[in-house]
């Protein structure tokens, strides 16, 4: 939610500082996915150890998925911070977006190593069956950056004025915060599984086995993190009004798939969980629930986007351009959302097992072989401009829903080894 409350706080300041976070933001989701693949296959390791009752090896997998995370994610953070207005140069962006958007990437990439952390405490706790945790951990992360986030932005009470960078500053705040909260939660044993890191010894076929789960839910989340970056390429030579439409949509999008994935990590965890117990038609029938549950809502929240979709765009900016391009880009995406519910429960039902492979190849094929080239090629020929990045992106989602939706009823991942 932090990207969301910095669009919200930043709306008003002008297109220039929209369409700055909005591309410094995908730039940190490219390295942040290595983490967060990490993360997936710790999550799916502790869901079977603990759906098998091992509590001592779901510990075990925790200590070296924590180690290798917050390694991995401080050499990603040093690394995108010294790069940080190459990157926004390297997509063309105008001068004063590239201002505007370089040291919010670097304060964002030291954000990065807190969330990591904060996430690997997520994965350990829903992991083990508490997902109240987490959310309460969220909300006070959300609350406090809600917060901030306007007081260093527009410099109210004794604090300065430091624009898009402030939005950033209060992200490193909140985000150590909520990690500690979460960190010392499990460290201190009122978790269901206590972390402790007594006679910590580097397990390297304990890390293989994490990571070969993990690799290709990385290489999903990269491709897919990249591909949105290669989108915001296409968007570019449409004008700063164009860009910051497209950083507002992404936003909007990130709160209309917030219940969803809160829905599909659930039903994940529980078909780990299930299959690790060796039930895997309960996994199947808690999978399917998940996506009648979810489908419902997308078709809901599709009705309420119809009709309302200025006022929602208005949330964020004032600026009318900015409004009609951000709300005809949310009409087009009514078309992939009916499908969202399906796509998105059963990618994590299979990364909950661990059968990561198939979610990866799918994104691998839809992204680069479908989203990418149809988004070029609908920008370049005929008179859909800009709207045709939208209808490509719609596309690959409808060829995503078709294969979970054929894969997932053959079965094969009620078999799978981790």
Same mark, same amino acid.
């Given at each position: 939610?932090? +990207?969301?409350?910095?669009?919200?706080?930043?709306?008003?300041? !002008?297109?220039?500082?929209?369409?700055?976070?909005?591309?410094?933001?995908?730039? #940190?989701?490219? *390295? =942040?996915?290595?983490?967060?693949?990490?993360?997936?296959?710790?999550?799916?390791?502790?869901?079977?150890?603990?759906?098998?009752?091992?509590?001592?090896?779901?510990?075990?997998?925790?200590?070296?998925?924590?180690? @290798?995370?917050?390694?991995?994610?401080? #050499?990603?953070?040093?690394?995108?911070?010294?790069?940080?207005? =190459?990157? $926004?140069?390297?997509?063309?962006?105008? +001068? =004063?977006?590239?201002?505007?958007?370089?040291?919010?990437?670097?304060?964002?990439?030291?954000?990065?190593?807190?969330?990591?952390?904060?996430?690997?405490?997520?994965?350990? %706790?829903?992991?083990?069956?508490?997902? @109240?945790?987490?959310?309460?951990?969220?909300?006070?992360?959300?609350?406090?950056?809600?917060?901030?986030?306007?007081?260093?932005?527009?410099?109210?009470? +004794?604090?300065?004025?430091?624009?898009?960078?402030?939005?950033?500053?209060?992200?490193?705040?909140?985000?150590?915060?909520?990690?500690?909260? !979460?960190?010392?939660?499990?460290?201190?044993?009122?978790?269901?599984?206590?972390?402790?890191?007594?006679?910590?010894?580097?397990?390297?076929?304990?890390?293989?086995? &994490?990571?070969?789960?993990?690799?290709?839910?990385?290489? /999903?989340?990269?491709?897919?993190?990249?591909?949105?970056?290669?989108?915001?390429?296409? #968007?570019?030579? %449409?004008?700063?009004?164009? @860009?910051?439409?497209?950083?507002?949509?992404?936003?909007?999008?990130?709160?209309?798939?917030?219940?969803?994935?809160?829905?599909?990590?659930?039903?994940?965890?529980?078909?780990?969980?299930?299959?690790?117990?060796?039930?895997?038609?309960?996994?199947?029938?808690?999978?399917?629930?998940?996506? *009648?549950?979810?489908?419902?809502?997308?078709?809901?929240?599709? /009705?309420?986007?119809? %009709?309302?979709? =200025?006022?929602?765009?208005?949330? %964020?900016?004032?600026?009318?351009?900015?409004?009609? &391009?951000?709300?005809?880009?949310?009409?087009?995406?009514?078309?992939?959302?009916?499908? *969202?519910?399906?796509? &998105?429960? $059963?990618?994590?039902?299979?990364?909950?097992?661990?059968?990561?492979? +198939?979610?990866?190849?799918?994104?691998?094929?839809?992204?680069?072989?479908?989203?990418?080239? $149809?988004?070029?090629?609908?920008?370049?020929?005929?008179?859909?401009?800009?709207?045709?990045?939208?209808?490509?992106?719609?596309?690959?989602?409808?060829?995503?829903?078709?294969?979970?939706?054929?894969?997932?009823?053959?079965?094969?991942?009620?078999?799978?080894?981790?």
């Amino acid at each position: 939610m932090r +990207p969301v409350v910095d669009m919200m706080v930043v709306g008003r300041l !002008g297109a220039a500082p929209i369409a700055g976070i909005g591309i410094g933001t995908l730039a #940190v989701m490219v *390295a =942040e996915s290595l983490t967060m693949g990490l993360t997936v296959g710790l999550r799916a390791m502790i869901a079977r150890l603990v759906g098998a009752g091992d509590k001592e090896a779901a510990n075990h997998a925790a200590q070296q998925g924590y180690v @290798v995370s917050i390694i991995l994610a401080t #050499v990603l953070a040093a690394t995108g911070a010294s790069l940080a207005e =190459e990157i $926004l140069l390297l997509l063309g962006v105008e +001068p =004063e977006v590239a201002t505007q958007g370089a040291p919010y990437i670097r304060i964002a990439f030291v954000a990065a190593v807190f969330m990591t952390v904060r996430n690997t405490n997520d994965a350990i %706790f829903e992991a083990s069956g508490d997902t @109240v945790t987490p959310m309460k951990i969220i909300a006070v992360y959300t609350a406090l950056h809600a917060v901030l986030c306007p007081f260093l932005v527009y410099g109210w009470w +004794p604090f300065p004025r430091l624009g898009i960078s402030g939005a950033a500053l209060s992200g490193v705040v909140a985000q150590s915060i909520a990690a500690s909260i !979460g960190l010392w939660i499990l460290l201190s044993g009122q978790s269901r599984l206590q972390l402790t890191f007594r006679n910590f010894n580097f397990d390297f076929d304990m890390v293989w086995r &994490i990571v070969k789960i993990g690799a290709p839910a990385s290489i /999903t989340s990269m491709e897919r993190s990249f591909a949105q970056l290669i989108v915001m390429w296409f #968007v570019v030579p %449409f004008g700063t009004i164009a @860009v910051a439409a497209h950083s507002i949509h992404a936003r909007i999008d990130m709160i209309i798939y917030l219940p969803i994935m809160a829905w599909a990590m659930g039903a994940g965890i529980l078909v780990g969980q299930n299959v690790g117990a060796g039930q895997p038609d309960r996994a199947q029938k808690t999978a399917w629930l998940g996506v *009648a549950i979810s489908s419902a809502l997308m078709l809901l929240i599709s /009705t309420v986007i119809w %009709f309302w979709a =200025e006022g929602i765009v208005r949330i %964020f900016t004032p600026q009318t351009k900015v409004i009609d &391009i951000a709300a005809t880009f949310l009409r087009i995406e009514i078309v992939a959302l009916v499908t *969202a519910g399906l796509i &998105i429960v $059963l990618s994590q039902c299979l990364n909950g097992v661990g059968d990561t492979l +198939p979610v990866m190849l799918v994104n691998l094929v839809t992204v680069w072989g479908v989203q990418v080239p $149809l988004a070029h090629f609908l920008t370049q020929v005929g008179d859909l401009g800009v709207y045709g990045v939208r209808w490509a992106l719609v596309t690959g989602m409808l060829c995503r829903a078709v294969f979970y939706l054929v894969y997932f009823q053959l079965g094969r991942w009620k078999h799978k080894n981790i």
